[in-house]
């Protein structure tokens, strides 16, 4: 048995073979293209004949190159946590810190770990990430510029309400229409810098706007053409935003065995903190991916404004003596089964009844 662990980095990747007992066998540092994944892989079959598995450190943005290589040469590809990584590096004698150490330490690793996250590739799921994490980023630097314009309106003209819009309306047509007019008006009568500067902020709203909208139409177009993603629409409280979210960041649901790992791996699994008498109690995750969490919380809140089964299981686990976070936490796990039966294509309990337990 040989296994292959990797130290990823910008430009090179470091490869370190192990045997079953953890023994290095041999090393080898490539440049982080695919002409130094073929030389990898060569590497590793001239010299070992077979690879059971390749054990890649999870850092997406700089691993995802190397694993579809590897994936397309018929390599076994398994992800291993930086956490595991590190603590490991942290249990052996060799003492310092290298490429070949922490390929080292990912090797062994995956030998001592069984059930690490196979790696796999759709496109379609990475495609909707890509997708919504650009907008994510255009909304972000949209809400930085509306901040930076009010200071702008308020050195203007303070206490004038024209220079003062409600909050939230910034993203509005009309609203920045209105304050164009307003702007244009202001530098014709007293030429500022700070109107000036107003004005070409707005401009830049408008932009990212425009962005923003074309880019959410392309987003709900993509989630109507992915079959999983408009499953998944049909749960309460998740539109096309929330889908591509979820999907993006699920990135394969048949990496995931069963819907408990897909809990554990979306944060919404509870994890016990009894000893002795205190037997059963849990505690709200902070593991897990952030993102997906978020989105499950995001369907959890809407439901809880207008889903009659949702509040009614809400109120008999605070009836129950379970804290608020729980509660919703109890919620987002069941979301979290009916996600993964969506995107399974297998039959869920969308719009049946919340279990007496979650």
């Not at 590190?86 to 004698?93: G, I, S, W």
């Not at 994490?133 to 308020?154: G, K, P, Q």
């Not at 408008?206 to 989630?223: G, S």
């Not at 505690?283 to 949702?310: D, K, M, S």
Request: hydrophobic share 45%.
């Amino acid at each position: 048995m040989v296994v292959v662990g990797s130290d990823v980095h910008k430009r090179t990747h470091t490869f370190v073979a192990v045997d079953v007992a953890g023994r290095k066998l041999g090393e080898i540092t490539v440049k982080a293209e695919h002409q130094g994944h073929d030389r990898a892989i060569r590497w590793a079959r001239e010299r070992f004949g077979h690879v059971d598995r390749w054990a890649v450190e999870d850092c997406r943005h700089l691993s995802d190159r190397l694993e579809i290589d590897l994936l397309e040469a018929g390599e076994a590809v398994v992800r291993v946590p930086p956490k595991l990584m590190a603590e490991q590096r942290r249990l052996a004698r060799t003492r310092g810190k290298s490429d070949p150490i922490d390929a080292l330490a990912v090797a062994r690793a995956a030998l001592r770990e069984p059930d690490l996250p196979v790696a796999t590739h759709d496109e379609a799921s990475r495609e909707l990430r890509l997708l919504v994490d650009r907008r994510e980023d255009l909304v972000a630097e949209r809400t930085r510029m509306i901040n930076r314009l009010r200071w702008y309106l308020h050195r203007i003209a303070p206490g004038d309400p024209a220079a003062d819009p409600a909050p939230r309306t910034l993203d509005v047509a009309k609203t920045r229409r209105a304050l164009h007019a307003w702007l244009n008006a202001e530098v014709a009568a007293r030429p500022g810098i700070d109107a000036r500067l107003a004005r070409d902020v707005l401009a830049d709203i408008d932009r990212i706007c425009a962005q923003v909208a074309a880019l959410e139409k392309e987003i709900t177009a993509a989630v109507k053409a992915h079959q999983a993603a408009s499953r998944v629409t049909e749960l309460s409280g998740c539109a096309a935003l929330t889908a591509a979210k979820i999907v993006g960041e699920t990135a394969g649901i048949d990496r995931f065995p069963d819907e408990a790992k897909y809990a554990m791996h979306a944060g919404v699994a509870p994890i016990p903190v009894w000893s002795g008498r205190t037997h059963g109690r849990v505690r709200v995750a902070r593991i897990g991916n952030r993102q997906l969490n978020a989105a499950l919380h995001r369907i959890a809140i809407t439901q809880l404004r207008c889903h009659e089964p949702a509040k009614a299981y809400y109120a008999k686990r605070l009836a129950a003596g379970d804290t608020r976070p729980e509660a919703i936490r109890r919620l987002k796990r069941h979301l979290a089964r009916i996600v993964f039966n969506s995107l399974k294509n297998t039959p869920s309990t969308a719009t049946g009844t919340l279990p007496a337990a979650a």
